[in-house]
């Protein structure tokens, strides 16, 4: 388990030192094929996304089975394994089919998890689970973050710059953005931040904009979802509500 980021991206336009230059995204690339309707293939991220709220949002047709004691420990000791076996979040929907022949629904596991928590909340557990990237994960207690990062050590890789972290925001507040809507905002060259963004998985190529040129279309992945903290992009701070530089 890694300890859990709750920064938030600045979206404040300051021109502070660039990272070292790195090769600049191919704007000639073609991105992912389209299907055959046209559109973008559905992603990883749109995919995890409709599963959770899929189960979260359509009511049940009939009432919920009600487990029998012995298969609803079951089912809680396996759900509580799973999270903390696994590194990425984990939908409701890809836990109940991991617990097949048990006859436990997405909305049953739900249950599940917010018992798990309030249990370890209650207890003064060092973890919990938390709602990530439409997917359940278990994290560190914030108050326990100054000796885990005493265990790990400060040079742990990751880390963003403050020129990385702007060029993200306006990523994550405008997308889908053209890398030159993001150098107007900015006023400095994107092509370097949004390669090395692309590289750490928290950027991703969406598509083309349908003016000359067709030049690539960024925005962001489930991974920046979870190096934030965010459920989803609807929890982004209002710009109104961010500190002024």
């Known amino acids: 388990m890694s300890e859990h980021e709750a920064s938030q991206p600045d979206p404040a336009a300051v021109d502070p ?16 094929p389209a299907d055959a309707e046209g559109a973008p293939p559905e992603s990883d991220d749109d995919r995890v996304a409709a599963d959770d709220a899929e189960d979260k949002d359509d009511p049940p047709a009939k009432p919920a089975k009600e487990l029998a004691p012995e298969a609803r420990a079951l089912c809680k000791s396996a759900v509580e394994a799973m999270l903390f076996s696994s590194a990425d979040p984990l939908s409701t929907r890809r836990l109940a089919d991991a617990l097949k022949g048990i006859g436990i629904d997405g909305r049953g596991v739900r249950k599940i998890v917010r018992e798990l928590t309030e249990e370890y909340d209650r207890d003064r557990r060092g973890f919990t689970i938390e709602e990530i990237a439409g997917g359940f994960k278990m994290v560190t207690q914030m108050e326990y973050a100054e000796y885990v990062g005493n265990l790990l050590g400060s040079s742990r890789g990751g880390r963003l710059s403050q020129a990385a972290l702007e060029t993200l925001a306006v990523v994550a507040y405008k997308q889908p953005v053209t890398r030159a809507d993001v150098e107007v905002i900015r006023g ?21 904009a349908e003016v000359i040129g067709r030049p690539l279309l960024y925005g962001t992945t489930r991974r920046f979802l979870e190096h934030f903290g965010l459920k989803s992009l609807n929890e982004l701070p209002k710009v109104e509500e961010l500190p002024k530089p």
């Open 17 to 32: 030192p660039e990272e070292p230059l790195v090769t600049e995204p191919d704007e000639t690339e073609e991105p992912a």
């Open 188 to 208: 400095v060259q994107a092509g370097p931040l949004l390669r090395s963004l692309l590289q750490k998985g928290l950027v991703r190529i969406t598509g083309r």
